[in-house]
Structure formats: structure tokens, C-alpha cells
């Protein structure tokens, strides 16, 4: 089994190592990551610069891009062979509701998505990462049962994983994404200079996270897993949109 390992925390995160790790039984595991915390970078592509291909002392690949970046290289120009799985984490820190769009972690995976490979992205929901292990054995049964059974088309799974030890996990649940109020404002501060800068705030706290959704699961100290899709066509709305163009 090929294995790539990508992440938005950086190449030196205990994230990705921990993750890295644990794979290395199933299969080849390449690790091909940012050179920098890139979280928050969506699935953006750099398009005005090249971009380098660097091997660490630990034998992992990193480049001064974006996670999407890392896994487009990896999968188009770089691995002999099509990875037969992308998971992209151990992320620090929750990607649930809306985090998604903005999550690099996410983007790594979404990445692998559309390029048809099965790709799964993997978050620890408490913000220091105590509890690396946990998430990463959930990986590693979600890696080998994706494998195992190759589904006709190809998967992208958003796992966030509760920061507890692996004995004190309740379960796994599917789950749909919730929802969170509107994030917090930006936070304004001086520069030494004098000049004016900004701090983009924190996330919004929960607003939808009524059973069946991710922040649930999580609460309950569940295992979150929400197939996602990347159509975001509004179907509800087209009628409206045909009515105001008189279709
Ligand atoms: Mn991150």
C-alpha cells in the first residue's frame, strides 16, 4: 500500500510524525508537507513562484507552498506511483462546521480527492495535541478498511478525533458538518512603528451542533466522521436564479 502524508501544520509538526508513524506498518508512507504552518490556507494553489522540493534530516518532503501545493506536486510530478490513500494531519486543533473551508488540512485532502485518490483529513479536536496516538489509530483503521475495501469512487473523509486517551474514546459516529455563529471580529494593534495591523479573530463558537453533527460527536467524546463532497451548486436556489433571469 502507497501512503501520502501531508499536513497544514508544517513538515516539523508532532502531528504529521505521529501520523507518519503509525502508518509506516500499513504501507510506503512519503510525507510531503509545507516548510511552514500554513492553517487557515484553503485550497489555494502558488501559481506566482516556483516551488522547491526539500528532504529534513527525518526523511520528510517539504515545500514552500500550501498544503494543496504539496499534495498536487507530490501526486502530478514527484511519486512514481499514485498513492492509494492521502491523509493529510494530524492537525492541532478542530476543523468541524465551517472551519472546513478555510482548513489546509482539509485542502490536502480535498486535493487527493480530486485528483481520484481515496484521501482522508485528520484533526484532534484540543489545540496542544496531547493525545497524538488516538488520532492517530483512528487513521490508521479508517487507512487500512478504505483499502481493504476500495470504494467504487473515491472518498473524502473530514475525521476529527476528541483529545482523550484511546481507552476513553465512546465510539465513532457519521456525521454531517454543524454550524458556527459568525467567527469573532478582527482584533486591531499597534505595529512598533505606529502603524495599525490587524489580527484575524477566533472562530465562531457553535451555533448548530444538535445531535448528528460533528461538534456532537465530539461533545460526546465520539470519533467524528463526515464524508464531504466539493459541489457546492446551491440546488435549492436555482429556481430563484432562473426566475431573476427569466428562465
Ligand atoms: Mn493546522
Redesign the pocket.
Known sequence: MRILVS???GYFSPGISALAERLRPLGEVTVVAPER????ASNSLTLDRPLYLRKAPSGFFYVNGTPTDCVHLAVTGMLEHLPDVVVSGI???ANMGDDTIY???VAAATEGYLLGIPSIAVSLTGKPGTHLATAAAVAARLVERIVRERPAQPVLLNVNVPDLPEAEIRGMDVTRLGKRHRAEPVIKVQTPRGEPAYWVGAAGSEQDAGPGTDFHAIAAGRVSVTPLQIDLTHHAQTGLVRAWLGK
Open positions: 499536513n497544514d501544520d504552518d500554513r492553517s487557515g492537525n492541532h486543533g482548513s489546509g488540512t
